[in-house]
């Protein structure tokens, strides 16, 4: 592939490199890509659904859409289906490329006539219905796991992702047996219209201690040699990559696995040249492209990039568009680079990224295209009818155009009506309010003391109660705000309360414990959802009628720090209104009294430290400031060996910052990871002794905050810092941080909650106690003698977990544990399953924990 004299480019565009977080996005959003796409809804024609047989007219593959009984149920093929043997379909042709999700399945009941079902499937795909591909997960596994029973939808995240027009299921089983089918295929229009990239393959990168960093394009479906030809793969899955290229997002995958990289030394003039094939003729106004920007490890975004045109089969045009970029050596997180495109038309196009240092990587690259300049080049007969998803690339019907316009503006006026009806109501209720919580201010008084008294809330009477409903210490702000919904709301209601059992405030008839969704649309497939996080990511702590003034030095523990003696290192995580930033600092002692020594942290004027830095945004909201101030008051005054300690403060201007410590191996999970993975352990790799005395400084530290009549909510290994000699600290920026998303699960947009390590009364009734850190604690401990190997509960779908938590309500004895670890003693495991009793009342105190912990440490 040769380069196109330089003479020829236009001119340069210069382009300032800009890091806004809330901008860089993909143009597909795989949490939110999740639309029924028309096989249930009917809004597929029966046209558009074939297969490779069928058993008789009643059963064509007409009727293969799930969650329908037309004819006699659904499509099944005319002979029963052998082991191995993969000639029967269902086809479904889209009529446009679609980026597609998640898949359902179903069997056939025929009104409890039918019992036939495919246990097992496979996925094939077409972009133009000539070259077919297998679709095969991030691990290379081809066969899904389908229906066991006749009736129930079987869901199914397709990771990665499929792009496609084309899309066939062919059953799989391991006998000679009948199968019948329904399905459903979630996603949204793929609105880049890109069918291919051909690009060098990735490759390798070793660091100094040894550590192979695989740069490849694992997912790529098309032809592999020297280069990849005729196929997508990762850098159109919609998973950007984190700030650390080290890092991935999924579990028990390689490091480097999110991008794809070139070394400068491997290429030749410099530069790694890309063409990207699409489906038509397109205007393209931009190119956004996700790169790295690491430059401690020799990792740029490129410095320049020049990029050709090419309409149908034509030569390359001779002008090119080229953009030369600002470099950043001040901030190394990765980011989306936009490069304008200038409505040049075409449909293909080559570019060429230049290097601005050693190594080149990208997790993503996304077109945007104006819809104006072609649509008419589509044909109508291709136009798919999709609901609730909208793409402008297609053609629209332009008669009748005024009768459209005025029915359009007609609603525009009643929507507007509504609108205002609505604002004026929230004003008055916000009103109304606000009185209530003065009245309620004057009677309520806080006491909040030293770890040898406890905090105790008072409304006309006097609680102590652990049982009670916290909203102290480590509670997210999410939980707390005016967009909650108890989780009790959002699920639907569990059979019929007995007496005795306890109230949760639901009534009415009971059905089976399923999440609520509107009607005809699975749950899992939701797609209004919405990533909240506290103000940093991490937890804070929400104290009711708490007065104080920070900003006067009155009742703060911490005093004030010179900012401008941290130095940063590295971006721990980011939330909704702040960031952890990983800093060094030196003289420390000198801000935190006579007792750091005792905190585990060797610093001294000559010996700089490392420190955690949270930071809220300049521009974050009053209420926010308010939660952060609030943060740093209790913070102040928690002083516990193992729990992670306020050191000091930044608060005199913006950005508010809390400085806390952090420890020298990083969280545990990572730290217990590496271990098993074979990676460099700190010291020696942890005996089965090591790990029961992380585990009793865990609960050593709970038992302080127990204590206090403080609950954490979040629990977990990813919330325990490690230091030298094993040393534990409880911390709480676990959610901030990227690598650990897949642990919190998005409930109907308005909340994300760790389900995995969550209680059953936290899930089913909003309750957070003391009981349910317990339970968080259990699963804890079964992190820590795992090695964190894999998630809790890592065979069931976050759908069988909350149903999981339904049969822990319902305590008839089909509730599944998480299984003993190889590592773990019987007398370990014995305090897990006490962690996860059914009553509240039954489990064991942290003060109990503690003291069993240290006695089977003693018995060995």
């Known amino acids: 592939m040769s380069a196109i004299p330089r003479p020829a480019l236009l001119p340069l565009l210069p382009l300032l490199l800009l890091h806004i977080p809330q901008a860089a996005r993909a143009q597909v959003n795989p949490a939110v890509c999740r639309y029924p796409l028309g096989m249930s809804g009917g809004h597929i024609p029966d046209e558009d659904i074939s297969a490779s047989s069928q058993w008789s007219d009643s059963t064509a593959a007409k009727y293969g859409r ?9 499509w099944c093929p005319k002979t029963a289906v052998e082991p191995n043997d993969l000639k029967e379909f269902l086809q479904i042709d889209l009529r446009a490329l679609h980026f597609i999700t998640l898949v359902g399945t ?15 499937y496979k996925i094939n795909y077409s972009r133009d219905g000539t070259r077919w591909i297998s679709w095969r997960n991030r691990h290379g596994k081809q066969v899904l796991d389908g229906n066991t029973n006749p009736y129930d939808i079987v869901l199914k995240d397709l990771e990665p992702p499929l792009i496609a027009r084309f899309v066939r299921f062919i059953p799989v089983t391991d006998h000679s047996m009948s199968v019948c089918l329904r399905v459903e295929l979630y996603g949204c229009v793929w609105l880049d219209g890109l069918v291919s990239y051909n690009a060098p393959v990735g490759q390798q990168l070793i660091l100094p201690g040894g550590t192979v960093i695989y740069l490849n394009d694992s997912v790529y479906d098309g032809a592999f040699g020297y280069s990849m030809t005729e196929g997508l793969g990762q850098l159109t899955d919609g998973v950007s990559g984190l700030d650390d290229f080290t890092q991935t997002h999924e579990y028990h995958v390689w490091p480097g696995y999110d991008y794809v990289g070139w070394r400068n030394e491997s290429t030749a003039g410099g530069y790694v040249e890309i063409t990207f094939e699409f489906d038509r003729i397109r205007n393209f106004t931009a190119m956004k492209v996700h790169c790295n920007n690491m430059f401690a490890k020799g990792v740029k975004i490129f410095k320049e990039v020049q990029c050709y045109f090419r309409a149908d089969a034509s030569e390359w045009e001779p002008s090119a568009v080229s953009s030369v970029l600002v470099l950043d050596d001040v901030n190394p997180s990765a980011r989306f680079v936009t490069v304008p495109l200038l409505h040049r038309m075409a449909s293909a196009i080559k570019c060429q990224y230049y290097f601005a240092d050693t190594w080149m990587m990208f997790s993503e690259i996304t077109f945007q295209s104006d819809a104006a300049m072609y649509n008419n080049s589509v044909p109508p007969a291709e136009a798919p009818v999709v609901p609730t998803t909208y793409d402008p690339t297609l053609k629209v019907d332009d008669s009748n155009t005024r009768i459209l316009i005025g029915c359009l503006v007609a609603i525009i006026f009643i929507l507007v009506a509504i609108i205002v009806i609505i604002l004026w109501r929230q004003f008055w209720q916000k009103m109304l309010e606000k009185a209530s919580r003065r009245m309620l201010d004057d009677e309520m008084t806080v006491s909040l003391s030293l770890p040898s008294e406890s905090s105790m809330f008072n409304h006309n009477r006097s609680s102590s109660s652990s049982e009670q409903e916290s909203s102290s210490t480590y509670d997210r702000i999410f939980p707390l705000g005016p967009d909650y919904q108890e989780p009790s709301r959002l699920i639907r209601k569990l059979p019929e309360f007995t007496s005795g059992e306890e109230d949760t405030g639901c009534s009415g008839p009971v059905k089976p414990f399923q999440a609520s969704v509107p009607e005809g649309v699975p ?7 919405v990533n909240l996080q506290g103000v940093t990511g991490g937890n804070t702590y929400s104290v009711p009628a708490l007065t104080m ?10 005093e004030e720090f010179p900012r401008k003696l941290l130095t940063f290192k590295e971006k721990l995580g980011e939330g909704q209104f702040g960031e952890v930033h990983l800093c060094e600092v030196e003289g420390m002692e000198k801000f935190t009294g006579k007792d750091f020594a005792l905190e585990g942290l060797d610093g001294s004027s000559d010996h700089p430290v490392l420190v955690a830095v949270k930071m809220l945004r300049a521009d974050a909201n ?3 400031r308010n939660d952060f101030l609030k943060e740093i008051k209790i913070m102040s005054r928690l002083k516990d060996p193992n729990i992670i300690r306020l050191l000091a403060v930044c608060i005199t201007d913006d950005p508010l910052c809390m400085i806390t410590e952090y420890m020298e191996n990083g969280d545990l999970n990572q730290f217990l990871s590496r271990q098993q993975a074979g990676g460099p352990p700190a010291g020696h790799a942890p005996t089965v002794s090591d790990l029961r005395f992380m585990a009793t400084q865990i609960a050593s530290g709970m038992k302080y905050l127990s204590s206090l009549n403080f609950v954490h909510r979040d629990l977990a290994t990813r919330n325990c810092l490690v230091g030298k000699h094993y040393t534990i600290k409880i911390a709480d920026f676990g959610m901030s941080r990227n690598l650990y998303s897949g642990d919190y699960y998005r409930i109907q947009g308005r909340a994300v909650l760790p389900i995995r390590w969550m209680s059953w009364e936290s899930i089913l009734l909003g309750k957070f106690t003391t009981a349910s850190d317990v339970w968080a604690f259990g699963v804890t401990l079964w992190e820590t003698f795992t090695l964190c190997r894999e998630q809790p509960y890592s065979q069931m779908s976050d759908e069988q977990v909350i149903e999981n938590t339904g049969e822990f309500f319902r305590d008839q004895g089909r509730q599944t544990y998480l299984p003993q670890p190889a590592l773990c003693p019987d007398s370990v495991y014995k305090l897990m399953l006490s962690c996860w009793r059914r009553d509240t009342k039954d489990r064991p105190s942290f003060q109990d924990i503690h003291r069993l912990l240290q006695e089977s440490a003693s018995e060995e």
């Open 106 to 120: 179903q069997g056939r009941h025929a009104e409890g006539h039918g019992n036939e079902f495919a246990p097992m």
């Open 549 to 558: 003034d920070l900003l006067s030095g009155k009742d703060v523990a911490v």
């Open 523 to 529: 749950h899992y497939a939701e797609a209004d959802i």
């Open 622 to 624: 009053k209420n926010a």
């Open 66 to 74: 799930l969650d329908s009984e037309d004819g006699d149920g659904a």
